[in-house]
């Protein structure tokens, strides 16, 4: 086989490499995505980057089931991390819906205006504490006979 030949297949394998790689490549590497209720049950929600390449920011979106549609609950959080470095960002759902479970979904938006999305983590909201009753150990007094010396 001629070299020239050799040379243009193997440069055709290293595109066609190329491509698929950066089509299936990721814009953020998610280090974590959370949620946690706080004593206002509020939720936090938290997630953490490893690297960012080209995104633009973030949105929170949120169901009360762990399938579409989703309904955006925060703004464009601006993206903060880059190629070499990641960022730690939060948002704070101060209006989740109680006495079932909210369904989060991260949109990570890339500088193409394709989205990668996140998710979805879960937590379960209660209504009222139920209060569990305790027994309570009541001290008795048991009379001794004095002793004499």
């Known amino acids: 086989m001629p070299t020239k030949r050799i040379s243009s297949i193997f440069f055709?394998?290293?595109l066609s490499s190329l491509l698929i790689y950066q089509s299936v490549q990721a814009a953020i590497d998610l280090i974590y995505?959370?949620?946690t209720q706080q004593q206002d049950d509020s939720i936090?929600?938290?997630w953490e980057t490893g690297t960012e390449i080209d995104?633009?920011?973030f949105l929170v979106t949120r169901n009360t089931a762990p399938y579409p549609p989703y309904e955006e609950i925060s703004p464009i959080i601006p993206s903060e991390?880059?190629?070499v470095s990641g960022f730690k960002y939060s948002f704070i759902d101060e209006?989740?819906?109680e006495d079932t479970t909210n369904y989060y979904m991260l949109q990570a938006i890339n500088s193409d205006q394709s989205?990668?999305?996140h998710g979805p983590i879960s937590i379960t909201l209660g209504g009222s504490p139920t209060l569990t009753p305790t027994p309570t150990i009541t001290p008795t007094i048991t009379n001794t006979p004095a002793t004499s010396r």
């Open 55 to 57: 995104t633009v920011g």
């Open 81 to 83: 991390g880059s190629i």
């Open 44 to 46: 936090l929600i938290e």
């Open 33 to 35: 995505f959370r949620a």
């Open 95 to 97: 209006n989740p819906i």
């Open 115 to 117: 989205i990668e999305y």
């Open 12 to 14: 055709l394998l290293a």
